[in-house]
């Protein structure tokens, strides 16, 4: 009688254990994609809001041509041929020492042509953390003399 | 001698529904984080391929100021790249890019040499149009197929 | 007594796994929620802020680009080539509408397509360094730039 109460009792305890193993097993893949998705979905986030800083940096670098006017028009400041402005997580511009969420940095290079300058700008939007969101490239011919100030309205 | 029967349970059952649910969700979560992410990526090719198709131009333009600053009033349509149109002072040319971006350039040369005026800068993406119907009844009597 | 024991330790773990899934379960769905909120955001600015540095950019050309007062906020006039028609941006009752018709008609949503949720527009107009005119676009709170390349005359 006791043999078979111990028998029955372990059985049972062995169902119970596969049944734990199986449905925790089921549990932590199901953790592991919901993480994933969640990282998925916080790229994505990044590199759209990465792309449009990125294209407002260009668009202002179309017009003005060096590093110092694009930072005047973006809202940022300037270190020799790099502008550097910061966005909150609504893109809307930040100061350098607040909670910012993107970083972006404007590189400028010039090289001279037969009657102007062409003006090549690489632009990178960083997150908080360092990360690349998006990058892009761009060029803008400045007629005239170097650094393109001799312009008629 | 009768053998034993595995007794699941009706806890198990709930268990089972839980975890169906609880994978559903997590399959929903890893498309929509998909889905997203793959627009985000198209969106950043194609704002890219708009550069390219602005770096084109700029360099373009570069050219074609110089041939305006050398020759000036005397500006003939062999002074100018591949492709370019010259026509009543109005210099023009469509770039099309393999990236599937088209600009189209228009500038008047300005009356003070060796200006210029920029009339058009209109960055598009190339369409074509999709003349294959398939398999639709292109029209003809009934009495044909009779 | 020691008969039970088991038992209690059996629903115990039982308790504890319904729990735990219960709670996977509840995040799970907060997360799904989150994913979908953050994916119609992200498809909202790409088609309010990107749409318009699009059109803008499609439509550069000497005197196409204007803008005017709109139903609520500002809005954007876009001329099409030499045909006297103008495509016409605004935000109406929360939406971004897109209106083609001749140049000089009023906004009405009957003739317009919504493109997408826009709480508020505003346009406005800065200068280059260049001289080149910048449209400054402020939609749904968040900005964007657009430089127009036509327009003034360049002198060397």
């Known amino acids: 009688m006791n043999e078979q109460r111990v028998k029955s009792s372990f059985s049972f305890y062995l169902q119970i254990l596969i049944l ?16 994933a998705a969640r990282g998925m979905s916080r790229a994505a986030r990044a590199e759209t809001d990465g792309t449009t800083l990125c294209r407002s940096a260009a668009e202002a670098f179309g017009a003005s041509g060096t590093a110092e006017a694009t930072a005047a028009l973006l809202g940022g400041t300037a270190d020799g041929e790099t502008a550097t402005c910061y966005y909150d997580a609504a893109i809307r511009a930040a100061a350098p020492d607040s909670a910012w969420t993107y970083r972006v940095t404007v590189n400028v290079s010039e090289e001279e042509t037969a009657a102007g300058t062409i003006a090549a700008a690489h632009i990178e939007a960083y997150a908080a953390d360092g990360t690349v969101c998006a990058s892009l490239d761009t060029e803008t011919y400045l007629p005239g003399t170097k650094g393109g100030t001799a312009y008629a309205a | ?17 839980i975890v169906l649910c609880v994978a559903t969700l997590s399959a929903l979560s890893a498309a929509t984080a998909h889905a997203d992410k793959a627009v985000a990526d198209k969106y950043a090719a194609q704002v890219a391929a708009m550069y390219e198709a602005e770096e084109a131009g700029q360099e373009w333009l570069a050219a074609v100021h110089a041939a305006i600053a050398a020759k000036g009033a005397a500006l003939k349509q062999a002074d100018l790249p591949q492709g370019t149109t010259l026509s009543d ?11 599937g971006r088209t600009l189209s350039i228009a500038l008047q040369q ?4 060796p200006g210029y005026r920029i009339l058009r800068w209109e960055n598009t993406a190339q369409w074509t149009e999709n003349t294959d119907i398939g398999n639709l009844w292109t029209g003809g009597s009934a009495s044909q197929g009779a | ?34 994913l979908t909120d953050g994916r119609a955001q992200d498809e909202t600015r790409r088609a309010t802020l990107a749409y318009i540095q699009s059109r803008v950019m499609a439509a550069d050309a000497a005197q196409g680009v204007r803008v005017l007062d709109g139903p609520e906020g500002d809005a954007l006039a876009l001329a099409v080539d030499d045909s006297g028609y103008e495509v016409l941006i605004y935000c109406d009752a929360g939406r971004l509408w897109e209106q083609t018709s001749p140049a000089g008609s009023d906004f009405s949503t009957d003739a317009a397509q919504a493109i997408a949720d826009c709480d508020s527009l505003a346009l406005a107009w800065k200068t280059g360094a260049t001289g080149a005119p910048v449209l400054e676009i402020t939609a749904n709170g968040a900005n964007a730039l657009v430089a127009l390349r036509s327009g003034e005359e360049q002198a060397a």
């Open chain 1, 20 to 35: 734990l193993a199986v449905f925790l097993s089921v549990g932590v893949v199901l953790v592991q994609v919901f993480a």
């Open chain 2, 1 to 17: 001698m009768r053998r034993k029967q595995l007794r699941l349970g009706s806890i198990t059952l709930l268990f089972t529904v």
């Open chain 2, 89 to 99: 002072g109005t210099i023009s040319v469509e770039l099309a890019l393999d990236n």
């Open chain 2, 110 to 113: 300005a009356d003070t040499a």
């Open chain 3, 1 to 34: 007594m020691k008969q039970k024991d088991p038992a209690l330790g059996a629903l115990a773990l039982y308790a504890m796994l319904t729990a735990a899934l219960l709670l996977l379960a509840f995040l799970g769905a907060n997360l799904y929620a989150s």
